[in-house]
């Protein structure tokens, strides 16, 4: 008899359950495990948690926030028990389509490392039609890594398959707060094509940065740059193209524009810490392991002290400004100490 194939759902919670249950609770009987990776204030995670006695197959981890998921996907996925994990966020739904797939693929599975999926972006904050963005690896084997960096695409090992675009994941788009532009500005690495990368590689050593000098924070404003180039040429890959992709192409630039306006109005001494936390992160292999969130028990032990008295991006912050001064990660919160955003230089960005 023929081994059937498992999935865990993967998802990050924050606050926002009811949209967890309104949009990913469809998958939940397509799959053989849902966990979630709760980072809500203690009334919310309680109110998640009765919600969740109605299903059979779903398991909760309560974590301290991190102002986006990326930094934790590695932990969430160490708590993933099946074969396969499909990865979504709170505010995206899977189509019918792609729902009937996943119970397909539990009883024929080809056995790719992952496979990709077109998302769909919808909502006013692009345009009122369904638009095809992006193909992303969204469904992959167990044994994937991901190093954390702001909305990267999961490392597999092995060939990739694409689905059909009857296996959609729809987007319901929402404007981010500023506290992600800065953080994107920071984090987020260029994710054009080959050409793009090796130009990159030619200014990303410190040696290049110090020469720079008083433009110390140009190879950061390119990035955005080379990203915001792979914005505009992407859409022509498809074989349609349509007025909705033309808004989300405004929107997204639009998005760039922020995460450079964001970066560029702190004082230029933050700016010059920035970028050298952006290098120490990069040559560190990513955010997970700079943080050493790749230690599992390290992450809980965190969590277990967390007094929610802090914001999940101060956390990040804090924890990021302290690994970089100390050349080593936080032993307890208690290290922070009370999180100064004057000290930091970010009290005129930061809420």
């Known amino acids: 008899?023929?081994?059937?194939?498992?999935?865990?759902?993967?998802?990050?919670?924050?606050?926002?359950?009811?949209?967890?249950?309104?949009?990913?609770?469809?998958?939940?009987q397509a799959v053989n495990e849902v966990i979630?990776?709760?980072?809500?204030?203690?009334?919310?995670?309680?109110?998640?948690?009765?919600?969740?006695?109605?299903?059979?197959?779903?398991?909760?981890?309560?974590?301290?926030?991190?102002?986006?998921?990326?930094?934790?996907?590695?932990?969430?996925?160490?708590k993933c028990t099946s074969d396969y994990i499909i990865y979504l966020d709170t505010d995206e739904r899977l189509s019918t389509g792609y729902i009937s797939y996943l119970n397909q693929f539990r009883?024929?599975?080809?056995?790719?490392?992952?496979?990709?999926?077109?998302?769909?972006?919808?909502?006013?904050?692009?345009?009122?039609?369904?638009?095809?963005?992006?193909w992303q690896t969204r469904l992959f084997r167990r044994d994937s890594l991901s190093s954390?960096?702001?909305?990267?695409?999961?490392?597999?090992?092995?060939?990739?398959?694409?689905?059909?675009?009857?296996?959609?994941?729809?987007?319901?788009?929402?404007?981010?707060?500023?506290?992600?532009?800065?953080?994107?500005?920071?984090?987020?690495?260029?994710?054009?094509?080959?050409?793009?990368?090796?130009?990159?590689?030619?200014?990303?050593g410190r040696r290049i940065y110090t020469k720079l000098g008083e433009n110390v924070e140009s190879p950061m404003s390119f990035t955005i740059f080379l990203t915001s180039l792979?914005?505009?040429?992407?859409?022509?890959?498809?074989r349609t193209f349509t007025m909705g992709m033309v808004y989300?192409?405004?929107?997204?630039?639009?998005?760039?524009?922020?995460?450079?306006?964001?970066f560029y109005k702190l004082d230029r001494r933050t700016r010059n810490k920035f970028i050298e936390i952006s290098l120490d992160i990069q040559e560190s292999g990513g955010i997970i392991k700079y943080l050493n969130f790749d230690d599992f028990e390290y992450v809980e032990k965190l969590s277990a002290e967390y007094e929610w008295d802090i914001s999940g991006f101060n956390l990040l912050i804090g924890m990021l400004?302290?690994?970089?001064?100390?050349?080593?990660?936080?032993?307890?919160?208690?290290?922070?100490g009370v999180c100064d955003l004057h000290q930091l230089g970010l009290h005129t960005v930061w809420p």
């Open 1 to 28: 008899m023929v081994k059937k194939t498992s999935i865990s759902l993967l998802t990050f919670c924050k606050d926002d359950y009811r949209i967890l249950f309104e949009n990913l609770s469809p998958v939940f």
């Open 36 to 78: 979630v990776i709760d980072s809500s204030n203690r009334d919310n995670y309680l109110s998640l948690m009765k919600e969740l006695d109605k299903f059979n197959n779903t398991k909760v981890f309560h974590v301290i926030p991190t102002g986006y998921p990326d930094p934790l996907r590695m932990y969430g996925m160490s």
């Open 107 to 134: 009883e024929y599975c080809h056995g790719y490392a992952g496979y990709e999926t077109i998302r769909f972006e919808y909502g006013e904050a692009q345009s009122k039609e369904k638009v095809p963005i992006t």
């Open 148 to 204: 954390g960096i702001i909305h990267e695409t999961i490392q597999t090992f092995g060939k990739i398959a694409r689905l059909g675009v009857e296996c959609g994941i729809i987007h319901f788009g929402r404007r981010w707060g500023k506290n992600y532009y800065l953080l994107e500005s920071m984090l987020k690495p260029p994710t054009v094509g080959k050409w793009a990368s090796h130009f990159l590689s030619l200014i990303k």
């Open 230 to 238: 792979e914005r505009i040429i992407s859409p022509f890959m498809y």
């Open 248 to 262: 989300q192409i405004k929107n997204d630039l639009l998005y760039d524009k922020e995460c450079i306006l964001a």
């Open 321 to 336: 400004f302290y690994r970089f001064t100390h050349g080593k990660t936080i032993s307890s919160i208690k290290d922070l």
